[in-house]
């Protein structure tokens, strides 16, 4: 499965531009063929808000593109802020619970050399993926990779913020494992499950 995640950095009327992604963009998204759901997360603090919406094909994604750009633009005007987007693969998904507003979510972007793209997404797999999901108040988890250029993410749900500051605590500890495979991490992003759309 592919995933696009639209990202604001600096909006500016997140509950805004929230109400206009649920009663415009994701009807929109409905009718798109492909379509797996949609979420959204966000910080207020920072000003950071995302969408995701998960695809059944590279194909099926890239197809959905001429109909969204119109209201992507859109929203952007009503978050304010700069908006990015980044295409993925989705190399590991798994869902204890599904995502319900409120949740917490720990993001952290990464990178490496994509040759080594499917040698850690099985390393993640059979050694990572036991330990996150053996800590207390974990929900869900997805590993989103871009093949061509190395640069993904590792987004884990959890079910309030003890949880996800527990869970940040022994992905540190956890790190040099993950850099000694060639991977290169970014600072965490901490924020809510703001909306969630599921088929």
Do not use: C
């Amino acid at each position: 499965m592919f995933v696009r995640i639209v990202t604001v950095t600096g909006a500016k009327d997140i509950d805004g531009g929230l109400q206009f992604v649920k009663e415009t963009v994701a009807p929109l998204l409905r009718q798109q063929h492909g379509w797996q759901g949609t979420t959204a997360s966000a910080n207020r603090s920072t000003g950071e808000v995302s969408v995701l919406s998960q695809w059944a094909s590279k194909a099926d994604l890239d197809a959905s593109e001429g109909a969204l750009q119109k209201s992507r633009a859109e929203a952007q005007a009503i978050f304010g802020g700069d908006m990015t987007v980044d295409i993925g693969e989705q190399v590991v998904f798994d869902v204890l619970k599904p995502p319900f507003l409120g949740a917490r979510l720990l993001l952290r972007p990464l990178s490496m050399d994509p040759a080594k793209v499917e040698e850690n997404a099985e390393f993640f797999k059979s050694t990572v993926l036991p330990q996150i999901r053996s800590g207390e108040g974990y929900l869900a988890l997805r590993n989103v990779i871009n093949r061509e250029s190395g640069r993904g993410a590792v987004g884990s749900l959890w079910e309030n913020d003890e949880a996800l500051e527990a869970a940040a605590a022994v992905a540190e500890e956890r790190r040099p494992m993950g850099e000694a495979h060639g991977i290169s991490f970014e600072p965490f992003s901490k924020r809510e499950v703001v909306f969630a759309d599921l088929p």
